[in-house]
C-alpha cells in the first residue's frame, strides 16, 4: 500500500510517499518562505516522477488536519482533497501534533511538541511512548506558554517552532526539566503523518472528504471579527 502524505501545517512543509512494505519511499522538506500554494504540487511532482510511481499508483492520501497555520492547513486539505477525489481513494486525516511528536520514536521522556500559535500562545500537546504506541498525556490545545509549562513537573522533550520562539521561558521555567528537539526534529514531517495514517488505515479507518474540516482549535481572525 503506498500513501501520499502532506504536511502543510507550518511554514517548513512536506511531502512524503510512505509504503507499507518499502517503509518511507522519499520525502521532500522545504522550510522557507514561500508558500505552500507555490510549492505543494510541484513538490509533490518531483516526488512522484523521481520514485518512478505514477499518480494511479497511490493506495490513499494522508494530510495533517491541524492545528498550525489556518491558510496552509486549508490548502494541504484541498490538495489532498482534489487527489482523493479524482483518483477515489480514501483520505485519511492525522493530528498534526500526534504525528509530530512520533519523529522521535521510543523518548523515555514525555514529548511536546509547540506550534506558533500567535498572540502569545502555541499550539501543543504532550505525548508519551508507551512500547510501541505513541499516547496523548495532555489533549491539543492552544495556551499560554507560562500556563502550558506550569502544569509539567517531569523532564520534557521540547519540540517545534514554539520551543524554538519560547526557549527561554521554557529553561527558566523548567529549572533543568527542560530538553530540545535537535534541529532535524524542529517542525512536523509527512513522513510522520503517512505512518500514522498506515496505522488508522490497518485499523479500517478513513474520513468522508466531503465533510473533512481542518481543526483549526480557536477561531481565525475573520470569524472573531464577524462575530465582534
Known amino acids: 500500500m503506498k500513501i501520499l502524505a502532506l504536511e502543510t501545517a507550518t511554514l517548513a512543509g512536506s511531502v512524503a510517499l510512505?509504503?507499507?512494505a518499502l517503509g518511507l519511499?522519499?520525502?521532500v522538506r522545504i522550510n522557507v518562505a514561500v508558500a505552500h500554494a507555490e510549492r505543494l504540487m510541484p513538490s509533490i511532482t518531483w516526488l512522484l516522477d523521481s520514485s518512478t510511481t505514477a499518480v494511479?499508483?497511490?493506495?490513499?492520501?494522508?494530510?495533517s488536519i491541524g492545528p498550525g497555520s489556518f491558510t496552509g492547513l486549508r490548502i494541504g486539505l484541498s490538495t489532498a482533497k482534489g487527489f482523493a477525489f479524482s483518483l477515489n481513494r480514501p483520505i485519511v486525516p492525522v493530528p498534526t501534533l500526534e504525528a509530530f511528536a512520533r519523529t522521535i520514536p521510543f523518548s523515555r521522556h514525555p514529548l511536546c511538541p509547540m506550534?506558533?500559535?500567535r498572540k502569545?500562545?502555541?499550539?501543543?500537546?504532550l505525548y508519551q511512548w508507551e512500547g510501541d504506541r505513541c499516547a496523548v498525556v495532555m489533549p491539543e490545545r492552544a495556551v499560554s506558554p507560562a500556563d502550558l509549562l506550569k502544569g509539567i513537573t517531569e523532564t520534557v522533550v521540547f519540540m517545534g517552532e514554539g520551543a524554538v520562539i519560547y526557549r527561554d521561558e521554557i529553561l527558566s521555567a523548567m529549572e533543568g526539566r527542560a530538553l530540545f528537539a535537535p534541529p532535524s526534529k524542529m517542525s512536523p514531517s509527512a513522513s510522520g503523518v503517512g505512518e500514522l495514517a498506515l496505522e488508522k488505515l490497518r485499523e479500517g479507518f478513513s474520513a468522508d472528504p466531503a465533510g473533512l474540516i481542518p481543526r483549526y482549535i480557536r477561531k481565525s481572525e475573520a470569524e472573531v471579527r464577524w462575530k465582534g
Do not use: F, H, S, T
Open 18 to 20: 510512505v509504503d507499507d
Open 25 to 27: 519511499v522519499g520525502e
Open 56 to 63: 494511479n499508483d497511490i493506495d490513499a492520501i494522508a494530510v
Open 115 to 117: 506550534l506558533d500559535a
Open 120 to 125: 502569545g500562545e502555541v499550539y501543543a500537546g
